[in-house]
T-cell receptor
Framework: GDSVTQMEGPVTLSEEAFLTINCTYT??????LFWYVQYPGEGLQLLLK?????DKGSNKGFEATYRKETTSFHLEKGSVQVSDSAVYFC???????????FGTGTKLQVIP | ETGVTQTPRHLVMGMTNKKSLKCEQH?????MYWYKQSAKKPLELMFV???????ENNSVPSRFSPECPNSSHLFLHLHTLQPEDSALYLC??????????????FGPGTRLTVT
């Protein structure tokens, strides 16, 4: 079945550091890929998405490129802020409708 | 209000209690979901309703009972829960049948503690 693997956290970075959170997936067909973010005390919010190979999703300075050859969708940001501290979830949707498979989440902590 | 709202935000209940979680979406969506979020585990999809009809039930124990009276409201009725049911319960919605079909919008969740 479909699965998503993302790097274990927590990830601790200083403000303005470069961020990479790795995500790889296994899926049948051609899935859509997503990054969701969960701030403390809140539900998940869609951060960005990509629906086909080589697409780049971007939002709020975050980017991720759909790499079919490596089945990856790594999240990057050039300069993190304290306000980016949250849990980040990689997810995919393929095959049957409404089915979204989530990774276990990676907690990011940015210190001033 | 906008988006997806959930009440209560926190709930503590004994194993013999009966309680209900409520979710309401103000986005005009036609599909709603219940997820369970436990520490260090992937989100677990529990139930899916599409056009008020239940289309998915991922082997959830019968002590969890969903109800979807209309496309804007979703309930999760709880009875005789176990301590391992303690978790954050998230509601989500989406608009099926469009190019944005797989974009789900989440509520803030209900933090449930079973004592």
């Amino acid at each position: 079945g479909d699965s998503v693997t993302q790097m274990e956290g927590p990830v601790t970075l200083s403000e303005e550091a470069f961020l990479t959170i790795n995500c790889t997936y296994t899926a049948t067909g051609y899935p859509s890929l997503f990054w969701y973010v969960q701030y403390p005390g809140e539900g998940l919010q869609l951060l960005l998405k990509a629906t086909k190979a080589d697409d780049k999703g971007s939002n709020k300075g975050f980017e991720a490129t759909y790499r079919k050859e490596t089945t990856s969708f790594h999240l990057e940001k050039g300069s993190v802020q304290v306000s980016d501290s949250a849990v980040y979830f990689c997810a995919l949707s393929s095959g049957g409708y409404q089915k979204v498979t989530f990774g276990t989440g990676t907690k990011l902590q940015v210190i001033p | 209000e906008t988006g997806v709202t959930q009440t209560p935000r926190h709930l503590v209940m004994g194993m013999t209690n009966k309680k209900s979680l409520k979710c309401e979406q103000h986005l005009g969506h036609n599909a709603m979901y219940w997820y369970k979020q436990s520490a260090k585990k992937p989100l677990e999809l529990m139930f899916v309703y599409n056009f008020k009809e239940q289309t998915e039930n991922n082997s959830v124990p019968s002590r969890f009972s969903p109800e979807c009276p209309n496309s804007s409201h979703l309930f999760l009725h709880l009875h005789t829960l176990q301590p391992e049911d303690s978790a954050l319960y998230l509601c989500a919605s989406s608009q099926e049948g469009t190019s944005a079909s797989y974009e789900q919008y989440f509520g803030p969740g209900t933090r449930l503690t079973v004592t």
